[in-house]
């Protein structure tokens, strides 16, 4: 883990906010590498959960809503954390994640567990009192259920049907930490499943599958995941059953995302609140009930984590160390480094030309600084799938050395033959 941070920060995936400050607890910053890989996971995301459907449309909601929305909603009232506090030093902590009831830096005394909310407050308009306070997000589905009329009202969408949603959200955690595995500001993707209420288990059961075959496609291997169904002592009072997916992270098995079937809670509670009909008439059957919903919850930022662990590999290669990241070329930042051998201006202007061939089609970086070992050291460790490099021979042969990241062969590829040898290989 601390070599995989140190990596993300040399090469620029991510780096602690406002690190020039001393940076602030739970608050990451995505460098120029992390926001393409980032961006990469929420196209797949929305490319599996939205484009390729057609039962799911997408929704942007506010980050700050109408505060009754969250009073209905029940997080007023329960989204908190037992915290306690070391009488000694003061150090707080989550009394569910303590093994003992003593402090553990110090084996101070521990005060008694108090509910401690984890939405961050803040002020809307220019009065700042208890009229006008309002909440950022801690989670993007809330923004979807209060939707649901609307959404049902202007598409033509009928359960069983989901909304989508990608977006930021904020959760004062009593203790952040494991780099960006748990954060104070995080990226979630949520799907709110819309079914009828006979139906709800067996879409459950569909979704955990579909789920745990996501972060296959992102090239996550099979023996690191898991999927594990929620205790009964574990679920919300609502909650009629549960998936976690998890992966084995090096602080031990971990939840990517969790899966769960919510009954009708929500639209039910929002409708008590807001007194507005959120029940839906099927007029086939010619009945009327609230739909029931199964809500699989991604984040952005722990499946990013779990992507750059899962692919971090350390190997011998002829009495060297190598560091590799074998990303799927599906996410990886950049999928095609074009490496003129020398700065001599031939090179150059051909290795430049060849790269704003390749551009339009795939995700190329152009680099001709430091020695060509150096280079391939640079683009293993960002991941990149594929080098080609330009030599004085290419001036005369019009062809080039196509590189492979993970079997490290060296083929050599007529110019005119790069696109289509690369499209085979990162289709
Ligand atoms: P935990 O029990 O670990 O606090 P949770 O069960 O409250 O998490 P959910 O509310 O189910 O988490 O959130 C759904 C998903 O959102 C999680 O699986 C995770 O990927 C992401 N997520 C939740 N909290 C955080 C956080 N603090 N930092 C980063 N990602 C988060």
Same mark, same amino acid.
């Given at each position: 883990?601390?070599?995989?941070?140190?990596?993300?920060?040399?090469?620029?995936?991510?780096?602690?906010?406002?690190?020039?400050?001393?940076?602030?607890?739970?608050?990451? /910053?995505? #460098?120029? +590498?992390?926001?393409?890989? !980032?961006? &990469?996971?929420?196209?797949?995301?929305?490319?599996?959960? @939205? %484009?390729?459907?057609?039962?799911?449309?997408?929704?942007?909601?506010?980050?700050?809503?109408?505060?009754?929305?969250?009073?209905?909603?029940?997080?007023?009232?329960?989204?908190?954390?037992?915290?306690?506090?070391?009488?000694?030093?003061?150090?707080?902590?989550?009394?569910?994640?303590?093994?003992?009831?003593?402090?553990?830096? /110090?084996? #101070?005394? +521990?005060?008694?567990?108090? !509910?401690? &909310?984890?939405?961050?407050?803040?002020?809307?308009?220019? @009065? %700042?009192?208890?009229?006008?306070?309002?909440?950022?997000?801690?989670?993007?589905?809330?923004?979807?259920?209060?939707?649901?009329?609307?959404?049902?009202?202007?598409?033509?969408?009928?359960?069983?049907?989901?909304?989508?949603?990608?977006?930021?959200?904020?959760?004062?955690?009593?203790?952040?930490?494991?780099?960006?595995?748990?954060?104070?500001?995080?990226?979630?993707?949520?799907?709110?499943?819309?079914?009828?209420?006979?139906?709800?288990?067996?879409?459950?059961?569909?979704?955990?599958?579909?789920?745990?075959?996501?972060?296959?496609?992102?090239?996550?291997?099979?023996?690191?995941?898991?999927?594990?169904?929620?205790?009964?002592?574990?679920?919300?009072?609502?909650?009629?059953?549960?998936?976690?997916?998890?992966?084995?992270?090096?602080?031990?098995?971990?939840?990517?995302?969790?899966?769960?079937?919510?009954?009708?809670?929500?639209?039910?509670?929002?409708?008590?609140?807001?007194?507005?009909?959120?029940?839906?008439?099927?007029?086939?059957?010619?009945?009327?009930?609230?739909?029931?919903?199964?809500?699989?919850?991604?984040?952005?930022?722990?499946?990013?984590?779990?992507?750059?662990?899962?692919?971090?590999?350390?190997?011998?290669?002829?009495?060297?160390?190598?560091?590799?990241?074998?990303?799927?070329?599906?996410?990886?930042?950049?999928?095609?480094?074009?490496?003129?051998?020398?700065?001599?201006?031939?090179?150059?202007?051909?290795?430049?030309?060849?790269?704003?061939?390749?551009?339009?089609?795939?995700?190329?970086?152009?680099?001709?600084?430091?020695?060509?070992?150096?280079?391939?050291?640079?683009?293993?460790?960002?991941?990149?799938?594929?080098?080609?490099?330009?030599?004085?021979?290419?001036?005369?042969?019009?062809?080039?050395?196509?590189?492979?990241?993970?079997?490290?062969?060296?083929?050599?590829?007529?110019?005119?033959?790069?696109?289509?040898?690369?499209?085979?290989?990162?289709?």
């Amino acid at each position: 883990m601390e070599k995989l941070v140190s990596l993300a920060k040399r090469r620029g995936f991510f780096f602690q906010s406002s690190e020039i400050y001393g940076g602030i607890q739970g608050i990451y /910053d995505y #460098g120029p +590498l992390g926001v393409v890989l !980032r961006n &990469n996971v929420k196209r797949a995301w929305w490319r599996t959960m @939205v %484009e390729l459907r057609d039962d799911v449309v997408g929704l942007d909601a506010g980050i700050i809503m109408n505060p009754k929305v969250w009073e209905a909603s029940g997080h007023v009232q329960n989204f908190t954390d037992p915290l306690v506090e070391c009488k000694k030093c003061h150090r707080r902590y989550r009394a569910d994640e303590l093994t003992s009831d003593r402090c553990p830096l /110090d084996g #101070g005394e +521990l005060t008694d567990a108090r !509910r401690f &909310n984890l939405m961050f407050k803040t002020f809307i308009g220019p @009065v %700042e009192d208890s009229s006008t306070q309002v909440y950022l997000r801690p989670e993007t589905a809330q923004g979807i259920f209060v939707n649901f009329a609307n959404v049902l009202n202007s598409t033509r969408m009928r359960p069983p049907f989901g909304i989508a949603q990608i977006g930021k959200a904020f959760r004062n955690e009593i203790t952040p930490g494991n780099s960006i595995f748990r954060l104070r500001e995080f990226e979630q993707m949520e799907l709110e499943y819309f079914v009828p209420p006979a139906e709800e288990m067996k879409w459950l059961d569909y979704w955990k599958d579909q789920r745990f075959e996501f972060y296959q496609s992102l090239g996550i291997r099979k023996e690191n995941l898991r999927l594990r169904a929620h205790e009964k002592d574990e679920l919300a009072h609502y909650a009629r059953g549960a998936f976690d997916v998890e992966y084995s992270f090096p602080f031990g098995w971990s939840e990517l995302e969790g899966i769960a079937a919510r009954g009708d809670y929500d639209l039910s509670a929002h409708q008590r609140a807001s007194g507005r009909d959120l029940t839906y008439f099927d007029d086939l059957i010619r009945e009327r009930y609230i739909p029931h919903v199964v809500e699989p919850s991604a984040g952005v930022d722990r499946t990013m984590l779990t992507l750059l662990i899962d692919a971090y590999h350390e190997e011998e290669v002829r009495g060297e160390q190598r560091v590799v990241l074998k990303l799927h070329h599906s996410v990886t930042p950049v999928q095609v480094a074009i490496l003129p051998l020398s700065r001599k201006d031939e090179l150059t202007t051909l290795a430049k030309k060849v790269e704003h061939e390749l551009r339009p089609y795939f995700r190329t970086e152009y680099d001709d600084t430091q020695s060509i070992g150096k280079r391939y050291r640079r683009q293993d460790e960002i991941g990149t799938p594929f080098a080609i490099t330009i030599d004085f021979e290419s001036l005369n042969d019009n062809a080039a050395t196509l590189r492979s990241r993970d079997e490290m062969t060296q083929v050599r590829v007529p110019l005119a033959q790069l696109r289509g040898a690369l499209v085979d290989h990162l289709r």
